[in-house]
């Protein structure tokens, strides 16, 4: 088994390294006005941390929902079960399954392998992802949900992004090391690279989902990045074979559509190419790791962007950070350097602004209110006021929660009202509220350890309070949920 130093991030001025520091201050500042939700990022030059930062209540210490940069960890876990001769590029898709084969198999189906599972060329339909129909499945079998959707194509010809294919080279892996692929990289990938405590959601069947899932601190996705950079090579180790790193990294089919996206320079084993000869492990919301050859560096983000806004950090990081990485290294700057550590040391996600308590707050402190049947289960809310901060308590059928909420501070709890199924259940929120007026009570609730947050808009009127719910980001409909609730008091008679 190979171990390393856990701490073997080395850190050093961006000087030093070739980078100026008001290339990287001015990168920042620019991300602060013109995107607000970046949640950390961390930029490596020649090996070594030049500038890092977390916007609280982000932090070092959390790990961050990874979404669709899974795919890059599970390409990886191939790359290694290859390597081991567990299976090749060659072997057909349904040789490994074929209890969960269709009755019919025509020519495309059959002639599906392994490399088109990683190149997402399974010959699926234009925009056909088998994701939703295997997920959707009664019977929780994904694998037999991915062999049921339409091959129209013969694999290897068409680009369609496919996060059911990933799912199908996770249970590869599975089936032919007889261990999840998140336990089959512990000790060949996250053990060595000091990387502790990587969680993953699996399916209904007991395998690691693959393609969406993963969560880890942005420092593992850096290390995650390093070691492609330097071809594999970990602390003296081949941890990954070099011509892996090569094919996997490299240009293997055409998704060519807009010549000045990065979704559209081509695309490797779960990697996508970019713009000036990068790659990159990429998830939607704005989860980054950016490997850059020729510059010798990388950079990992975490973040809660919408969907539509995800080329705009990459556009920044072309036009400010590029440019800035010179061959040699540059005379130190001290001043600059302090301002961009004082500047990297005090990121904030604002917290809600009020002080302020509303007189409305001692007639609803405290009171049950009875709420409307709703998508999220809610059965009776309640708003206990202090001097200090307040607590939002709910009950649903699955149990009673409380959220601990601060005025002009983020106070942290846990919650289970904003579960995503397949991604995550009870987890860590930091929240912050304030009256807006004196009968509007806003509460932000933030999923630190996720790209979303939730706003809460409670408008008190009498015996009788509504609630608005709104997510900052989602692949679904971002129309608002909203609330009816009534006293309970004045309900039970």
């Not at 025509?106 to 088109?116: F, S, Y």
């Not at 089936?175 to 060949?188: C, F, H, P, Q």
């Not at 081509?266 to 713009?275: A, E, I, L, S, V």
């Not at 009673?400 to 991604?423: D, K, M, S």
Request: hydrophobic letters at 40%; aromatic letters at 10%; charged letters at 20%.
């Amino acid at each position: 088994m190979v171990t390393t130093d856990k701490n073997d991030l080395q850190r050093a001025t961006p000087e030093s390294q070739g980078i100026a520091s008001a290339a990287i201050l001015q990168f920042v500042e620019t991300v602060e006005k013109q995107i607000h939700e970046l949640h950390s990022f961390i930029l490596l030059r020649h090996g070594k941390v030049v500038a890092e930062g977390w916007w609280s209540p982000y932090g070092r210490e959390y790990p961050h929902l990874l979404f669709s940069l899974s795919k890059s960890f599970t390409s990886t876990a191939v790359g290694l079960a290859i390597a081991e001769g567990h299976f090749s590029l060659d072997d057909t898709v349904i040789s490994f399954f074929p209890d969960d084969a269709p009755a019919e198999i025509n020519e495309h189906l059959e002639a599906m392998r392994v490399r088109h599972l990683l190149t997402m060329s399974t010959g699926s339909g234009q925009f056909e992802d088998t994701w939703r129909s295997m997920v959707e499945r009664s019977d929780g079998n994904w694998i037999k949900g991915f062999f049921e959707v339409p091959i129209d194509h013969e694999p290897g010809t068409h680009f369609v992004y496919n996060t059911g294919a990933t799912y199908m080279l996770s249970a590869i892996v599975q089936k032919t090391t007889g261990m999840k692929v998140v336990d089959y990289l512990e000790s060949r990938l996250f053990e060595p690279l000091g990387i502790e405590k990587a969680t993953w959601t699996e399916s209904p069947q007991g395998i690691t989902a693959g393609g969406i899932g993963l969560s880890l601190k942005t420092e593992d996705v850096a290390r995650f990045g390093q070691l492609y950079l330097q071809k594999g090579m970990w602390q003296g180790q081949q941890i990954l074979l070099e011509a892996w790193v090569e094919e996997a990294t490299g240009f293997r089919i055409d998704n060519s559509k807009h010549p000045n996206a990065d979704w559209a320079q081509g695309y490797g084993y779960q990697f996508w190419r970019c713009r000036h000869n990068a790659y990159r492990g990429d998830g939607v919301f704005g989860q980054f790791c950016i490997v850059m050859p020729e510059q010798d560096a990388v950079l990992a983000i975490t973040a809660g962007i919408d969907v539509f806004d995800s080329q705009q950090p990459l556009d920044l990081i072309w036009e400010m950070l590029l440019p800035a990485m010179r061959p040699d290294s540059l005379a130190e700057d001290a001043a600059v350097q302090n301002t961009l550590t004082q500047k990297l040391s005090s990121l904030s996600l604002l917290p809600t602004q009020g002080h302020v308590i509303s007189p409305v707050a001692a007639q609803v402190s405290g009171q049950v209110y009875r709420v409307d049947a709703n998508a999220l289960k809610i059965e009776t809310i309640a708003l206990n006021f202090s001097e200090s901060g307040c607590t939002l308590n709910i009950k649903t059928a699955a149990g009673e929660e409380t959220i601990p909420c601060g005025y002009g501070a983020w106070h942290r709890g846990e919650a289970a009202l904003f579960n995503q199924p397949l991604l995550f259940n009870r987890t860590p929120v930091a929240a912050s509220g304030e009256w807006i007026d004196e009968d509007t009570f806003t509460i932000v609730v933030r999923l630190y350890e996720t790209p979303f947050y939730h706003t809460l808009v409670c408008n008190f009127g009498g015996d009788e309070m509504m609630v608005e719910i709104q997510v900052n980001i989602s692949m679904d409909s971002m129309k608002p949920l909203l609330l009816t609730a009534r006293f309970a008091s004045l309900i039970s008679t």
